[in-house]
């Protein structure tokens, strides 16, 4: 057998596993969150950020599925309100600011806060083999600065608890520093990237604007970076490498305030994103984020996963 089918094959048998997993119930005392835990999910009305919201309502949260387009968001959320889920919308574009306060300011005055964010919303301009970096810039402000922006918006709204508060970046193993495939050639970079200890914020924006500088002046080309989807794989590094940075920061919060973050890869997923190419459903994309946010017990911080497995980064 080859190297690719026999993945295939482990592929299939993990595939196997989670799905008698998810049989499983939660205990009663395994439940830590209620119908008053409450769950916001980013780019909510389709893909695998509406089965996010789905399955965490189906596990008995609220669910605020926000959406940049209201017609399509107030859709989303009445098919899941149909099916006897505790959903609500509310509009919410990451790329705009005035949307991102107008959002807090109405989950503060309507629900307190919230328990559990779910940094999902992300746009690829390329599919197959493509490989262009026309909308570099949107990319890179979508993925990366719109995940950092909610985050460091919804921080200060995050309810204390006894179990702690949740945050998952949906992300991609197209992002991995270490990956044996479509690493930043730069060693320079890696290394800046890879070191945590140094390892801010700062260095992180200018790692990304200097390849938007880099993608708009022509010269991108031979700037040491991933080779495929360039500009997504980037995004996705930087809000693994941001997840890093933000849970040393949060680490440093009182008990009965803790906020534990992490990220994780959904798989090739059938959604508009691949053009409805992919291995799974929406629906197994969506498991690794719920399992993660709905943890009991654990305070995982920092880390990466993938079909419920930690992978390095
Ligand atoms: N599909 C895969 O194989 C795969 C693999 C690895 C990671 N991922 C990640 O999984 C997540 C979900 O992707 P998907 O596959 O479900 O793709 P999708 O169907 O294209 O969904 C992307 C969602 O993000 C929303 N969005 C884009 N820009 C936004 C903005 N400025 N503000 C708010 N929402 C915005 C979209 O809204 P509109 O409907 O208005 O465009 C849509 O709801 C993304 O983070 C993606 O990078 C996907």
Same mark, same amino acid.
């Given at each position: 057998?080859?190297?690719?089918? %026999?993945? %295939?094959?482990?592929?299939?048998?993990?595939?196997?596993?989670?799905?008698?997993?998810?049989? &499983?119930? *939660?205990?009663?005392?395994?439940?830590?969150?209620?119908?008053?835990?409450? $769950?916001?999910?980013?780019?909510?009305? !389709?893909?695998?950020?509406?089965?996010?919201? !789905?399955?965490?309502?189906g596990h008995g949260l609220t669910v605020i599925l926000t959406s940049r387009d209201t017609n399509v968001g107030l859709e989303a959320a009445k098919v899941l309100q149909e099916g006897g889920l505790n959903v609500f919308f509310h509009q919410l574009d990451v790329l705009d600011p005035l949307s991102m306060s107008n959002f807090a300011d109405w989950l503060k005055k309507n629900y307190g806060g919230l328990d559990i964010l779910i940094n999902n919303? $992300?746009?690829?301009?390329? &599919?197959?083999?493509? +490989?262009?970096?026309?909308?570099?810039?949107?990319? &890179?402000?979508?993925? @990366? @600065?719109?995940?950092?922006?909610?985050? %460091? #918006?919804? /921080?200060?709204?995050?309810?204390?608890? #006894?179990?702690?508060?949740?945050i998952v970046s949906v992300s991609s193993r197209l992002g991995r520093i270490h990956g044996r495939r479509n690493r930043v050639e730069d060693v320079t970079i890696r290394q800046q990237l890879s070191d945590i200890d140094s390892l801010t914020e700062e260095t992180i924006d200018q790692i990304v604007n200097s390849f938007v500088q880099q993608a708009e002046d022509g010269t991108w080309e031979s700037g040491g970076w991933p080779q495929t989807f360039t500009d997504y794989s980037l995004?996705?590094? #930087?809000?693994?490498? @941001?997840?890093?940075?933000? $849970? %040393?920061?949060?680490?440093?919060?009182?008990?009965?305030?803790? &906020? *534990? /973050? +992490?990220?994780y890869c959904p798989g090739w997923v059938k959604t508009a994103m691949t053009g409805f190419a992919g291995n799974i459903s929406a629906e197994e994309g969506a498991d690794t984020a719920v399992w993660l946010v709905?943890?009991?017990?654990?305070?995982i911080t920092g880390k990466f996963f993938a079909e419920r497995r930690e992978v390095r980064f």
């Open positions: 057998m080859g190297k690719s089918e %026999k993945a %295939k094959e482990r592929r299939e048998k993990r595939r196997q596993e989670i799905s008698l997993l998810r049989t &499983i119930p *939660y205990s009663d005392h395994q439940r830590w969150w209620s119908a008053e835990t409450i $769950a916001v999910v980013t780019g909510g009305n !389709r893909g695998i950020g509406f089965e996010i919201s !789905r399955q965490l309502a919303a $992300a746009v690829n301009f390329n &599919i197959g083999n493509e +490989n262009s970096v026309e909308h570099a810039r949107t990319v &890179i402000e979508t993925n @990366y @600065y719109g995940t950092k922006n909610m985050i %460091k #918006a919804m /921080i200060p709204l995050m309810k204390p608890s #006894a179990a702690g508060s949740r995004s996705k590094l #930087a809000v693994n490498a @941001y997840t890093r940075v933000m $849970a %040393k920061v949060l680490s440093e919060r009182p008990e009965g305030q803790k &906020i *534990y /973050i +992490n990220c709905l943890l009991p017990d654990q305070a």
